[in-house]
């Protein structure tokens, strides 16, 4: 506590080497919200104490402390060795799952196996052998040049950032921070689908209270920007229900029609909302592919390795979470892709083209 105490006053900071708990004898590394967890227990006397006098109210202070510190010494040698028995069976848990696994994949895939060590320990690409420079790259991670790198999230925001206020056409010119918004705005939708796909497990109610108020919150604050943005928005909005905020619109530039966008003013947010949709239908594929192959991979494996009823149950849970995790990369792609159609994206577009949910399915994996 006193290293916490000093570090929040600047001008004790050339003492800090006398006072640092790293060079104090039988100390070791510790956290300052570690410390704060004693409040809890504290808190507890607020309702007496503020009728006390100030000597009575100290002197139950300090009671309250000694009582808290006898109870966590008295039970911290349980509590360890509790931990670690729980930390022990887990330990030999995962090892004997990971042993498991390895013979496995060393029976049925040795090749692969074989080939896995050589990357490993050649810590190299093995379709390249060095990076251009020369240097050695993890095997674990993408490596792309200018020409192949795939479009990113992050990539469609930096060159839209670099292009905002400085478009040639004064009536499809960006605003400040309309690049902002348009990225907060995609967030808050995915968010809604997060409510909705939580509403649909029928969760803990105060789980899901918290979780709708924040989305509240956050919808509020869009559209409180977007009605500084565009004044004439205002009477078009409709009142949104704090219960049930994941139904309310965002009032994206897609949810509006061309000669609409056009009257409000709504092109430039309209450009910038296109092109980081278009990112995030590329993800939503690869999203996609990735739940497709991860599945296949799994349901081969319990075709092969699962034996019993109890383990075939667990099996078919999990494969039935993933089957869920293809139809939520499926809609998001579907969502999409109809706000870029409702943008002027060609309804028959080669790169972006209609998914069925009978047709998410694929090899692989």
Known sequence: MREMGILSHWRHLSNIWMQSNHLMMRVLLTTGELIETGWAEHNLTAGST????????????????????????????????????????????????????????????????LTWEKMWADKIMTMKSKSADGKIVSVFENHYSSTTAPPTHSAAYSKLRAQENRMENVTTATHENDLSFITDALRVENEKEKVKAMVALSPDEDTLRSMRQSLYIEIEGLRTRLMQRVPSLENRMKKMDPDKPEDAAVYFPSEFGLVERCALKLEALAQLEYELREVEALAALDELRTAIRTLNWNLRTKQTNIHGIQANTRAAKFLKALSNSIQAAGDKYRRIRSALVALGM??????????????QHGRGG
């Open 50 to 113: 503020k009728e006390m006098n100030d000597g009575h109210r100290h002197d139950v202070i300090d009671g309250t402390c000694d009582h808290w510190n006898w109870e966590k010494t008295i039970r911290l040698a349980k509590m360890l060795q509790h931990l670690y028995r729980v930390g022990e069976t887990e330990r030999r848990n995962r090892t004997a799952f990971f042993e498991e696994l390895h013979e496995t994949l060393r029976s049925h895939h040795p090749l692969d196996i």
């Open 346 to 359: 060609p309804e028959d577009d080669s790169t972006f083209q209609p998914l069925h949910r009978n047709e």
